[in-house]
């Protein structure tokens, strides 16, 4: 089962649990996580913090935890930089019971500087079929937004730049081929007056 939620409504479950897992998010875990797993090594990060957290260095496609081990996990902009998207959303379903999934939406995704390579694929949320849908990421448009713009964006816009989900059980997905090969639009004439008036807003917050 899939259902869109807000971030806030997600974290405040979390009290609800006692195993909870946050998966690829650097040394930006939730509160409330008391397993992390990365790729890179944050060990002293975590064994610092109070309390200290479990931190385990590895693959999110490939983990060592046990079947349904954690009562919650947390995939927060994860999802879309992975290469083997099915694989992922399996070990996902096997390792935990229940989980927040967050991703950009693929616009958004386009416009901001950064995540031309590492990010791997468009993501989006079918309220029909309450499906994840999948497609390789093409980018089309010229990006023009830094990562801490794109961070305030998500703020004042949290519905347009990304999309918060809820799992429980299963997380029904379809991975799909690319079916248009766009070129890519000069952001110009695309949405001048548009980013025009984000920038004024970024302007206002000082950022």
Request: net charge neutral.
């Amino acid at each position: 089962m899939l259902t869109r939620i807000s971030k806030e409504k997600a974290q405040s479950l979390l009290k609800n649990f006692d195993y909870i897992i946050d998966l690829g998010c650097k040394k930006d875990a939730w509160r409330g996580s008391n397993t992390v797993l990365d790729i890179e090594d944050y060990t002293d990060y975590y064994q610092n913090q109070d309390p200290p957290v479990r931190f385990v260095q590895g693959d999110a496609t490939s983990t060592p935890f046990n079947n349904k081990e954690f009562d919650f996990s947390i995939a927060s902009h994860l999802i879309e930089h992975v290469h083997d998207p099915e694989k992922f959303i399996k070990e996902l379903m096997r390792i935990s019971k229940r989980g927040y999934i967050e991703f950009p939406n693929p616009i958004f995704d386009n416009l901001i500087r950064g995540n031309e390579t590492a990010h791997k694929w468009f993501v989006n949320f079918d309220d029909d079929s309450k499906k994840l849908i999948f497609t390789p990421k093409v980018q089309f448009i010229n990006p023009v937004f830094t990562v801490r713009q794109a961070g305030l964006l998500n703020e004042i816009f949290p519905n347009s730049i990304s999309t918060s989900i809820y799992w429980e059980d299963s997380i029904e997905y379809e991975v799909r081929e690319n079916i248009h090969t766009p070129k890519k639009i000069a952001i110009f004439w695309f949405a001048l007056g548009f980013c025009a008036k984000i920038l004024r807003l970024l302007r206002l917050h000082k950022i």
